[in-house]
């Protein structure tokens, strides 16, 4: 956390939009945790944050965001498949 201290989160992944974009993010879900909207989410949809204007702008297309999923075969070896 921000104020240096633990807590224990569940990770799991959400359907964010902004301004008509829409993709999977990762979010952590933190009890009694205050909502807040991080760098990863804005460059998975292509945003970056202007300071000056105060202002959210579109920098490239969305749809930065790999998911890697384990699928179990017959033998016991674990395979990753790239999802998109």
């Known amino acids: ?3 240096m201290s633990r807590k ?3 990770l ?6 902004i301004e008509g974009r829409r993709e999977p993010v990762e ?3 933190v009890e009694n945790g205050v909502p807040v909207l991080g760098v990863q ?3 998975v949809l292509g945003f970056e944050v202007n300071p000056v ?4 702008e ?3 297309d969305s749809g930065g965001l790999a998911l890697f999923v384990a699928k179990s075969s017959q033998t016991s070896s674990r395979k990753r498949e790239r999802l998109t």
């Open 58 to 60: 579109a920098v490239r």
């Open 1 to 3: 956390m921000a104020d």
């Open 41 to 43: 989410p804005l460059e």
């Open 12 to 17: 799991c992944l959400a359907e964010v939009e």
């Open 8 to 10: 224990t989160a569940s």
């Open 27 to 29: 979010i952590a879900v």
């Open 53 to 56: 204007k105060k202002v959210l």
